[in-house]
């Protein structure tokens, strides 16, 4: 162990202690030095810095170290041959559900690597007050995959599900949420609250002012993932909007969900997209995608992105129910429907790397290529030819180009093999 006691390392938590066994980190390379792992010859496309071009990735001691056009085989240890291949910043999936055991829907984080090619995963609101301790315990701290999370306003989060956790509003406990964020301000985001009528019933804004309550006073900039799909009444679709804050997450914004009674009261009503909706855009509200197994609508996608409400975030929402439905949302192939869409390879990955690591505050360390940054890199195939994809009800559009993933690298480890997709992407 170079330059670390036993005492010493046993003073120190999970990456720190790796850490402290690889060496000084941040020491400058010599000339002679070698990496310990080169991406080779990839198309290399980073938002952060606007590169885009082929270029030779080398990652030494979990970070990378430099961004060339060619490094020298004399300095590479081991290497991953890019070729012909697209290479980003590990993907980030702002909405998607990674709590196995403690919420019903959960999905091990570690499991959508290869799926997925995200680094970085978000807990929505899987975990409420009363089991946020075990996720961040038992979960996060055993993952490869960097995970953080919304807490759910409801005590209970998912873990009742399909049982809705809001029906009662006393689950939706303020000073316990409250102190759950002030708590933990390094893992957590803010408050997840699901607004659908099929969740919370006749509460109304209720169960949203709760949230905002519980961010506000917790003595940090806490934010709000609100999700929306069929919400009470056409009116109450507008009030949510108006309460949102510049900076809140309104996810499965393109949502084409009915209500209870079998209206339709999402952002695009009558066809029109709400101009309560514009105005939260306006303001600074963030648009996510949450695909998910019923939460994304062509039709209303189409009416509200030439409308002014275009997405900032594309993520999955996926769990154990939506990973297996037609609409196929794992977080490359929901990128995909966006470039049938008529957003650029530039925007998709714009909005899956660079755009959710600012909205979590980690933008300067993850989603981006830059020397210093952790070695984190999803490698895919940009394959190009006809093809089709549903949404979530079962509305069909054609594209030119679809994203698979093939590899990703985690704090400079490959994880995995070489990845082909078993299921048949539509």
């Known amino acids: 162990m170079t330059g670390c006691s036993r005492r010493d390392f046993l003073s120190l938590t999970g990456s720190a202690a790796v850490a402290a066994m690889a060496g000084p980190a941040g020491a400058a390379m010599g000339p002679n030095d070698k990496f310990d792992l080169v991406i ?57 559900h990674v709590y196995p055991y403690g919420s019903a829907i959960g999905i091990p984080a570690d499991e959508l690597v290869q799926l997925q090619g995200t680094t970085t995963v978000v807990s929505a609101g899987d975990a409420g007050v009363n089991n946020l301790a075990a996720l961040r315990r038992y979960i996060v701290a055993q993952s490869r995959a960097r995970i953080y999370a919304f807490v ?80 009470e009444t056409r009116e109450l679709m507008s009030e949510i909007l108006d309460l949102l804050r510049p900076g809140d997450v309104l996810t499965h914004a393109y949502s084409g969900a009915p209500n209870n009674a079998g209206a339709f009261t999402n952002i695009v009503q009558d066809g029109k997209l709400l101009p309560a909706a514009l105005a939260a855009k306006q303001r600074g509200v963030i648009f996510d995608v949450g695909h998910g197994g019923g939460s994304f609508d062509f039709t209303v996608a189409e009416v509200a992105i030439p409308g002014g409400c275009t997405p900032d975030t594309i993520s999955s929402d996926i769990h154990v129910f939506s990973g297996n439905s037609p609409g196929v949302p794992y977080l490359p192939n929901v990128m995909s429907k966006f470039m049938a869409m008529g957003f650029s390879l530039e925007q998709v990955v714009t909005m899956a790397t660079t755009a959710p690591a600012r909205i979590i505050n980690r933008a300067a360390k993850i989603g981006t290529l830059q020397v210093g940054a952790p070695g984190d890199l999803a490698i895919m195939d940009l394959v190009e ?42």
């Open 152 to 231: 759910h306003i409801a005590n209970n989060g998912l873990s009742a599900f399909p049982v809705a956790e809001l029906y009662n509003i006393d689950n939706a406990q303020v000073e316990a949420c409250a102190m759950a964020l002030a708590e933990n301000p390094d893992f957590l985001i803010g408050v997840k609250v699901r607004m659908s009528e099929n969740v919370i019933y006749k509460h109304g804004l209720e169960p949203l002012k709760r949230g905002i309550q519980a961010c506000e006073m917790c003595g940090w900039p806490a934010k709000m993932m609100v999700h929306i799909g069929g919400v």
């Open 40 to 96: 080779k010859g990839g198309d290399v496309l980073d938002p952060s810095q606007s590169l885009r071009g082929k270029r030779d990735i080398g990652i030494r001691w979990g970070v990378i170290e430099a961004i060339e056009n060619e490094i020298p085989a004399a300095r590479i240890s081991k290497s991953i041959d890019a070729s012909g291949k697209l290479v980003t910043p590990g993907l980030i999936d702002l909405h998607c």
């Open 385 to 426: 030819g006809p093809v089709s994809f549903l949404d979530t009800r079962n509305n069909k559009r054609d594209g030119k180009a679809l994203l698979k993933p093939v590899q990703t690298v985690i704090n400079g480890v490959p994880f995995g093999r070489p990845y082909q997709a078993p299921f048949a992407v539509r």
